[in-house]
């Protein structure tokens, strides 16, 4: 009979996290049954990546994932999660049901996975959230992340020691570009600054759009969906370059298309192990970035001097000076390419989580 995983995200949207759970359910194959609660009713973008012979659903009579804390939401959530052989949790959203884990009994092993922080949480942790953590993480069977930010996090602020798991792609699939993205006509001696994001306030895209503001003969594309895309637009508007930029929504298996860009660029407030950056990697792209996280560590040794504070002018100086650098563009992608392939492998990657899920479910 197939082990039946319940995967509990703070959202489904097709976005860093949800996109490396869906390759791992992927390539497991049929060997697991997978169901997938989110704590945003409705946030279910990623669930078209799912292959189709996999055996997932989406219940909508669950237990709601969110609500005030209470021993009657605990306990419900707890006589749900029992029906299943492995729990998986996600980030901060997901986190009543580790507390509902860590107070019931004879429930099954649990794995949280903590992927990085929202906008509220950006510059500074919330203390009250630390602590609830503290308290709900003792009875999970792991805690992962994929990065060493967060891997000192948990150690000095949650008190746990945690599993690293690096985020890994199918680095040869991005040999070269196969997909159109809509609205993009190449004009010649137009360099194509481009990113992949969910549009959240977090990314701060709106400092990617200033920026590329200030370089005439940059045309910018941002390949996603989310609830910022009117502030986007209206920034771009502002500054007059609506024509110069391409919002073709969220496009799937970006092994296609990302290689069309000249130029990635990852403009956002807090990051973890932005899997976007590895795929700009992967395909040969110079990379522009501000130093949250892992970022500075990730791209390759020549590339780090354009990982900058994150701050609009040194940005901005940063993403300007490497749109007139052609010959330093080619060797940054060269040199981003050759670590993507030496460091970044999905195979490792998923063994490490295949062996770190079947010894949870062979141990309880």
Same mark, same amino acid.
């Given at each position: &009979?197939?082990?039946?995983?319940?995967?509990?995200?703070?959202?489904?949207?097709?976005?860093?996290?949800?996109? +490396?759970?869906?390759?791992? &359910?992927?390539?497991?194959?049929?060997?697991?049954?997978?169901?997938?609660?989110?704590?945003?009713?409705?946030?279910?973008? *990623?669930?078209?990546?799912?292959?189709?012979?996999?055996?997932? #659903?989406?219940?909508?009579?669950?237990?709601?994932?969110?609500?005030?804390? $209470?021993?009657?939401?605990?306990?419900?959530?707890?006589?749900? &999660?029992?029906?299943?052989?492995?729990?998986?949790?996600?980030?901060?959203? $997901? &986190?009543?049901?580790?507390?509902? #884990?860590?107070?019931?009994?004879?429930?099954?092993?649990?794995?949280?996975?903590?992927?990085?922080?929202?906008?509220?949480?950006?510059?500074?942790?919330?203390?009250?959230?630390?602590?609830?953590?503290?308290?709900?993480?003792?009875?999970?069977?792991?805690?992962?992340?994929?990065?060493?930010?967060?891997?000192?996090?948990?150690?000095?602020?949650?008190?746990?020691?945690?599993?690293?798991?690096?985020?890994?792609?199918?680095?040869?699939?991005?040999?070269?570009?196969?997909?159109?993205?809509?609205?993009?006509?190449?004009?010649?001696?137009?360099?194509?600054?481009?990113?992949?994001?969910?549009?959240?306030?977090?990314?701060?895209?709106?400092?990617?759009?200033?920026?590329?503001?200030?370089?005439?003969?940059?045309?910018?594309?941002?390949?996603?969906?989310?609830?910022?895309?009117?502030?986007?637009?209206?920034? *771009?508007?502002?500054?007059?370059?609506?024509?110069?930029?391409?919002?073709?929504?969220?496009?799937?298996?970006?092994?296609?298309?990302?290689?069309?860009?000249?130029?990635?660029?990852?403009?956002?407030?807090?990051?973890?192990?932005?899997?976007?950056?590895?795929?700009?990697?992967?395909?040969?792209?110079?990379?522009? $970035?501000?130093?949250?996280?892992?970022?500075?560590?990730?791209?390759?040794?020549?590339?780090?001097?354009?990982?900058?504070?994150?701050?609009?002018?040194?940005? $901005?100086?940063?993403?300007?000076?490497?749109?007139?650098?052609?010959?330093?563009?080619?060797?940054?992608?060269? *040199?981003?390419?050759?670590?993507?392939?030496?460091?970044?492998?999905?195979?490792?990657?998923?063994?490490?989580?295949?062996?770190?899920?079947?010894? *949870?479910? +062979?141990?309880?």
């Amino acid at each position: &009979m197939k082990k039946r995983i319940l995967h509990c995200h703070s959202t489904f949207d097709a976005g860093g996290k949800e996109a +490396r759970a869906v390759r791992l &359910m992927n390539a497991f194959g049929d060997a697991f049954d997978h169901t997938i609660l989110t704590a945003v009713p409705g946030a279910l973008g *990623a669930r078209p990546l799912i292959d189709p012979g996999i055996g997932a #659903h989406f219940p909508t009579d669950a237990p709601s994932l969110s609500g005030k804390p $209470a021993p009657g939401r605990y306990r419900q959530l707890a006589r749900y &999660m029992r029906g299943f052989d492995l729990i998986l949790t996600y980030n901060w959203g $997901a &986190m009543d049901a580790v507390m509902a #884990h860590r107070l019931a009994r004879n429930m099954p092993p649990l794995i949280h996975h903590e992927d990085g922080f929202n906008a509220d949480e950006a510059v500074r942790l919330k203390t009250k959230r630390n602590i609830f953590r503290r308290l709900a993480l003792p009875t999970a069977h792991a805690l992962v992340v994929p990065s060493e930010t967060l891997e000192n996090i948990a150690r000095e602020i949650w008190h746990r020691t945690p599993v690293r798991i690096p985020n890994g792609i199918d680095v040869p699939a991005y040999d070269r570009p196969t997909v159109t993205i809509p609205g993009l006509n190449r004009i010649p001696g137009e360099i194509i600054v481009g990113t992949l994001a969910g549009l959240r306030a977090v990314k701060n895209l709106p400092r990617l759009v200033r920026a590329v503001a200030a370089i005439p003969n940059a045309r910018l594309v941002i390949v996603g969906e989310g609830p910022e895309r009117a502030t986007i637009m209206a920034e *771009a508007q502002r500054l007059g370059m609506s024509d110069r930029l391409v919002l073709p929504g969220f496009m799937a298996r970006p092994q296609g298309y990302v290689g069309q860009f000249d130029v990635f660029a990852l403009s956002s407030d807090s990051e973890q192990f932005p899997i976007s950056l590895v795929e700009a990697m992967a395909a040969g792209l110079p990379c522009v $970035a501000t130093d949250v996280g892992d970022v500075a560590t990730i791209v390759s040794e020549p590339n780090r001097p354009f990982v900058s504070v994150p701050d609009d002018a040194a940005f $901005a100086t940063a993403l300007r000076t490497l749109c007139g650098d052609a010959p330093m563009r080619q060797l940054l992608g060269s *040199a981003n390419r050759a670590k993507a392939l030496a460091d970044y492998d999905e195979r490792a990657m998923i063994a490490r989580y295949r062996t770190l899920y079947d010894a *949870a479910i +062979r141990d309880s």
